[in-house]
């Protein structure tokens, strides 16, 4: 059980992300890091030509411009990967439709995180807007942003983590969430 949602301190809150009690009623794992360039093309090679270097320019950058519907593919493919029985893959894909099987959150293969799962991490249970704080002096310590990231990507893991050994959760990419957003 975690508080989710900003703080009143944060600036330029939205109305919308009004604090709240959650509870995830369910253990879940998540990697430390975003998924590189160089991993995801393992996954589907011929999209290699279609990476834009200016925006990623190394192979270790996340891999962008990737929807949610390749994002599940690629969580199936992992799964496989992994040999985890196609019964407990999270996504049912037929054709051009993807969609998560009824029991998602009780499969054992691997899927996005949902938007609470991924707050949760990103906090890492601090009480502040940010993780580390309430300044954004400390900010270019652990996020690539509009102001020090030269509109591009960087490398994963090239700054620092937040408390749990995450890095780059608010920065460099955005992350797919198993769900649509919803209002509190």
Known sequence: EFMMGSPKTEVDGYDVEKQHMKRIGRTFAIATKSVTWGQYLQFAPEIKDEREDRYSP??????????????????????????????????EIKGQVTRMRENYLSLMGYRLPTEAEMEYVSRANAKTSRYYGETEDLLQKYAWYQKNSRQMTWPVASLKPNDLGL????????NWCQEEFKAF
């Not at 890095?167 to 955005?174: A, I, P, S």
């Open 58 to 91: 190394t192979l270790s950058c996340p891999a962008n411009y990737i929807s949610w519907y390749m994002a599940a593919k690629y969580c199936n493919w992992l799964s496989k990967q992994e040999g985890i029985d196609e019964d407990q893959w999270c996504y």
């Open 167 to 174: 890095f780059d959760v608010q920065g460099n990419v955005f």
